[in-house]
């Protein structure tokens, strides 16, 4: 009987619900209690996993797909309007939101093809700096230079990729990490992008006039003036994690993973390697890119420092931290790592050092993450050929 409740959409409907509420528990918590909660999250997740009962949730949210979305969309809409005057939850989670973003678009890289890149930073830099060219300089829409920046951020991920085509392992780590250097330290010297100082009073997005930053009341609730635009970047995580899945779920993922465990083993099968890491590089630079032009809608300002080698780091321990080559885990690391980051704003002088340990912690204990992936669906994946009918088959005169 117990078996038949727990096999059912209200058990994924609960699961949901569980999780908004530790979620919304977490981001509303004072900074210490924030930090307990969290650790305990992590136990308890690891815990669930130890005794498989994580593979059967899996399980449970792809057997009720439905249930599973439809709860999932309520949760999210209604965590935003829970943030009626909260200015500061609700920036932490437009910050975490598209931190969730950016750790999808380094996945490509680190999970699913097993190359390290230490310049995510940069690419979101690229994004910011182009929303910012865009408005201020030519007075243009934000919205046209969010496509600058995917654009831009694409043809950057092109180069950069090319030399993943010669190099790989600690040298291709070496070659990302002086990119993220020469992109801070560029960007610094460059009067037309404001130098260090960097640009400031960006316009912020609309849509059709209306203001997503701004305090709107609705039925007499007061809401933060965050909330519109956590909206939109959710909406963006959403679509960016669909696209995740489908690569992952496809021919092209099952590649990047060939690639990842034998790259020799792939060329002989026949696989453009090349092709396949380049596009590793192309579409995680374009995820990136497109959180720093989400990114900078919310600051207001880009500059060097907020792009430096500091983000790069705690993005890549984010991506550890969830799982790598999990989406939903890299998520689930991205919120955490990015709820405790601003809890320890008062420890800034400390944070690379945090994530440091963080990162060392996580490679010893638990090096798949809090919620690895799991055992990969091939079905849909590789479709056999019908087999001929008799009347039809070849019969050898040998």
């Known amino acids: 009987m117990k078996s038949k409740i727990f096999d059912t ?35 308890v997740i690891l815990a669930m996993d130890r005794f498989k009962i994580v593979s059967r949730i899996f399980d449970l949210y792809i057997r009720y797909k439905k249930a599973a979305i439809f709860s999932g969309i309520a949760m999210v809409i209604l965590f935003p309007i829970s943030l009626t005057k909260n200015i500061y939850i609700a920036h932490i989670a437009t910050v975490a939101t598209i931190y969730g973003i950016a750790c999808l ?25 182009s929303v910012g060219i865009c408005t201020i300089k030519f007075g243009l829409s934000p919205w046209i230079g969010m496509l600058m920046g995917l654009v831009v951020s694409g043809v950057f991920g092109f180069i950069i990729g090319l030399p993943t085509l010669k190099t790989k392992g600690y040298y291709l780590s070496l070659v990302t990490m002086a990119i ?25 997005y609309s849509v059709f006039g209306f203001e997503l930053y701004k305090r709107y009341t609705v039925g007499g ?30 021919r092209t993922g099952l590649s990047l993973n060939t690639i990842a465990q034998d790259e020799i083993a792939a060329n002989c099968m026949g696989m453009n390697v090349s092709r396949q890491k380049l596009f590793a590089f192309v579409i995680g630079g374009m995820f990136c890119g497109l959180a720093g032009s989400l990114f900078v809608g919310l600051e207001g300002y880009v500059g060097p420092d907020s792009y430096d080698f500091a983000k790069s780091l705690m993005l890549i321990c984010m991506v550890i931290l969830g799982g790598m080559d999990n989406s939903i885990g890299i998520i689930v690391g991205a919120f955490l790592l990015a709820i405790i980051s601003e809890k320890l704003r008062d420890f800034a002088d400390f944070q690379q050092l945090i994530y440091g340990a963080i990162l060392v912690v996580m490679l010893i204990v638990r090096p798949n993450g809090i919620i690895p992936k799991r055992v990969r669906n091939y079905c849909g994946i590789c479709r056999r050929q019908p087999m001929p009918p008799p009347s039809q088959a070849v019969v050898s005169d040998d």
């Open 180 to 204: 993220q250097l020469a992109f801070t330290e560029l960007v610094k010297i460059i009067p037309y992008l404001g130098g260090s100082d960097g640009m400031s009073n960006v316009t912020k």
């Open 105 to 129: 678009g380094l996945n490509f890289q680190m999970g699913s093809t097993d190359m390290t890149n230490f310049a995510p930073a940069a690419f979101m830099g690229i994004g910011a700096y």
């Open 9 to 43: 959409p209200l058990a994924v409907i609960l699961c949901n619900v569980l999780i908004a509420v530790l979620v919304f528990s977490i981001v509303m918590a004072e900074y210490a209690l924030s930090l307990i909660l969290s650790a305990a999250a992590v136990i």
């Open 221 to 250: 609730i007061k809401f933060a003036p965050q909330v519109p635009y956590l909206y939109l970047c959710i909406l963006f995580l959403i679509v960016c994690t669909y696209i995740a899945m489908r690569v992952y779920f496809s």
